[in-house]
């Protein structure tokens, strides 16, 4: 916890961010990456039984061998809920028999659970072993083994007498006021904007959960098709995952051995007999039924199932009670999941792009430009592409358009999904970046800039080509989609949406040119300065954004807007 006191972490933010300014861009990614793997250090909250260095041996890790890792590390993995009885050193000794732990954690989320890798997947194989059948007298048990289990207490067992370890809150983000006195205590808006990313971003565990709970759906799909995966896609792999997210999961079939068998040589062939479908959405909304089914009937911990079947992308919804997940599963999905990649790419590349990101989307939920709710509002990933575009048309640009990431793909980055080229680089250290210093305050206020003033009405955001083209159709907002070129990924949006949008990115960008809100030490009101003020309620950007129009001009309303900053602060004051 932070107190009022500058805390060690703080500290190294800061000392990092004032080298920013007086070094050179090369210096600039050190020192940014520095206070990245300083803060995750200081955010993880695992009580390791052995502490491992989890960091890459050379160089930055693709999207896949990240992947790769998470999920085998999943397989190694149990998921226990433990009797508020047990301490943690005697959950530890009892699962120990079966093997060596290799890392734990322990949650709260309705009751403690307890999160175990194991050094190798014959523990998790002799636990499973041991674990009885429960008995709860009058109620009946569907007799599904899984790596979700229960620890309780028995018979004449001593119970511990030390007190029980605080637990991780695994899901909670700070509330938002208890944020904005954090990001008050900062020193510059820079600070303010990666403290941000630091108290939201996934963390460790968090990731880790989410991997257990696909590889736990997994084992249920596996039934049925013994060499498929599910793999989480979207924020949770991104690297723009917010805490409490949801879990998108991708049931993958074609891995399944055979599937591309050149045609034989010899004179006979032998093949599966199929049932056949007349369509691949039909057979993926056949599969998707019947795992939903076994995911409602026998999924423990899996509740509120709802096939949602005749979407553009089939998906099952449910809650996964143990993790507090609210999850989606789809499946021959692998456009969406080389967007994942291509995110998770752009957001490895420089430090700023995540940091943007963050802060972007943190604005535009605060302003409910962004909703849970499916509807007309722009989504996070619409969100995330227009940072993306607006960080390729920086000058000198600060990430490169997918274009060039096509050209630097090597044979075996090559992808082909239904038709669409999906080709990019996956080795992060071939691709060089240009010269750009920018700090993420000048960032910040360029992107308000740059949206209040773009020509939504003829435009398009293409970060394919890095440029706007001319709109292919009449759409309030289009952003193209990056491997399926003809369609529109905020094909969602009305107009209305739109305007607010743009009417809240110059009541931005006007804020950011106000001097006295950017540091601490210029601000009327040190306890609302910088960053937090962007996210206050707008005085402009209301419903009816369209009938003021009409009224006022823009610089009425910017007026009214600052007047009505000032007698908030000195009321305060
Ligand atoms: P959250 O709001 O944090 O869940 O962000 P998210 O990126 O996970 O978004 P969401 O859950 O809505 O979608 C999951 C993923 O599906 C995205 O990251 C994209 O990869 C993909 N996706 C979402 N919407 C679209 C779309 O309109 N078109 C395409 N092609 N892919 C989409
Ligand atoms: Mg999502």
Redo the contacts with the bound molecule.
């Keep these: 916890m932070r107190t009022s006191s500058v805390p060690p972490a703080t500290m190294a933010s800061s000392a990092a961010v004032h080298r920013l300014h007086t070094r050179g861009r090369r210096n600039f990614f050190k020192c940014l990456q520095s206070v990245d793997a300083f803060l995750r250090r200081t955010v993880g909250t695992a009580t390791a039984v052995t502490a491992r260095n989890e960091e890459p041996e050379g160089g930055r890790p693709s999207f896949y061998a990240v992947q790769a890792q998470r999920q085998e590390q999943a397989e190694r993995s149990v998921l226990i809920g433990c009797a508020p009885t047990i301490d943690e050193k005697q959950i530890v000794k009892f699962l120990s028999s079966h093997g060596n732990i290799k890392k734990y954690f322990t949650y709260e989320n309705c009751g403690t659970y307890a999160v175990v890798e194991f050094e190798s997947r014959e523990s998790v194989a002799s636990l499973l072993e041991v674990a009885g059948i429960p008995n709860n007298g009058h109620e009946s048990m569907v007799p599904y083994k899984s790596r979700l289990m229960s620890l309780k207490r028995v018979g004449s067992a001593v119970a511990s007498s030390q007190p029980s370890k605080q637990h991780n809150a695994l899901q909670a983000a700070i509330p938002n006021n208890e944020l904005m006195q954090r990001l008050c205590l900062e020193e510059s808006m820079d600070q303010q904007i990666i403290r941000l990313t630091e108290a939201y971003q996934l963390t460790e565990e968090n990731s880790h959960l989410r991997f257990l709970v696909c590889s736990l759906l997994k084992d249920i799909a596996a039934a049925y098709f013994p060499e498929c995966s599910i793999q989480p ?3 949770s792999v ?1 690297g723009f ?2 805490l409490g ?2 879990l ?1 999961m991708f049931l993958d079939l074609d891995n399944i051995s055979g599937r591309n068998l050149k045609t034989p040589q010899s004179a006979l062939s032998l093949e599966y007999q199929m049932k056949r479908a007349n369509s691949e959405r039909t057979v993926t909304q056949n599969i998707l039924s019947v795992i939903g089914e076994c995911v409602n009937q026998f999924g423990p911990g899996c509740v509120g199932v709802h096939k949602i079947l005749n979407a553009r992308c089939p998906l099952v919804r449910f809650s996964h009670q143990p993790s507090g997940f609210q999850c989606d599963l789809t499946a021959n999905n692998r ?2 999941m080389k ?2 990649e291509l995110l998770y790419l752009y957001g490895q590349l420089d430090p700023r792009v995540r940091h943007l990101v963050f802060s972007i989307r943190f604005w535009a939920r605060a302003h409910c430009v962004t909703s849970n709710t499916p509807g007309s509002w722009i ?3 619409s969100l995330t592409v227009m940072v993306l575009f607006f960080l390729q048309r920086r000058s000198p640009s600060i990430i490169p358009t997918l274009n060039h990431l096509r050209e630097l793909a090597g044979p075996a980055d090559r992808s082909v999904i239904e038709g669409n080229d999906c080709t990019f680089v996956s080795d992060l250290e071939k691709i060089q970046l240009q010269n750009n210093t920018e700090t993420l305050q000048q960032l910040l206020c360029e992107f308000f800039d740059f949206y209040a003033t773009f020509a939504f009405s003829k435009k398009s955001i293409n970060i394919r080509k890095g440029k706007e083209q001319n709109k292919p159709e009449a759409a309030a907002l289009h952003i193209q ?1 990056p491997f ?1 070129s003809a ?1 529109n ?1 905020s094909k969602n949006v009305n107009d209305s949406q739109v305007e607010r949008f743009v009417a809240l990115c110059q009541e931005s960008s006007w804020l950011l040119q106000q001097r006295d809100i950017l540091s601490p030490k210029r601000a009327r009101d040190p306890a609302l300065w910088g960053l937090a003020t962007l996210f206050q309620p707008s005085r402009i950007a209301t419903v009816n954004t369209r009938q003021k129009r009409k009224k006022e001009p823009a610089s009425e309303r910017i007026k009214s807007l600052l007047e009505s900053l000032k007698v908030k602060t000195q009321s305060k004051n």
Aim: glycine share 10%; hydrophobic share 30%.
């Design positions: 896609f979207g924020s991104n995952g917010k997210c949801d998108d456009v969406a967007s994942s989504t996070n990933f989609n399926e369609l990924i």
